[in-house]
């Protein structure tokens, strides 16, 4: 299973773009979250959205292999350009990290 996604669309003269990747949370307890980005080619991107945490990378994958799917059915289609975003969603792994780091117990004792 792919760990990343990266897919476009032509929509009104505009190319819209939406990269996936699943990452390992800190903490080295087998938690894995994906991060999302989405917006204009060749511009920042408007939206970073995180889901998870899931246990196992293989549950990530199962997610990530959904969105996929329902994108594709929309229209979009797996882009050829590299992806450009890695750093806007490594910063939000940094979040995502750093607030599991305020709860007790971690994301542990949330779900």
């Not at 897919?7 to 087998?30: D, H, K």
């Not at 750093?87 to 709860?103: G, S």
């Amino acid at each position: 299973m792919s760990q990343s996604l990266c897919l476009s669309r032509q929509c009104l003269g505009l190319q819209t773009r939406i990269e996936c990747v699943i990452r390992p949370l800190a903490g080295g307890r087998g938690l894995w979250t994906l991060l999302c980005a989405a917006g204009l080619a060749g511009a920042q991107p408007t939206a970073v959205r995180v889901q998870g945490p899931f246990y196992g990378s293989r549950k990530a994958e199962a997610v990530l292999e959904a969105i996929g799917r329902n994108l594709k059915e929309q229209g979009y289609v797996e882009a050829e350009e590299p992806y450009i975003w890695a750093l806007h969603m490594q910063a939000e792994l940094r979040k995502v990290n750093a607030d599991q780091t305020l709860l007790p117990g971690g994301w542990q004792s949330t779900t």
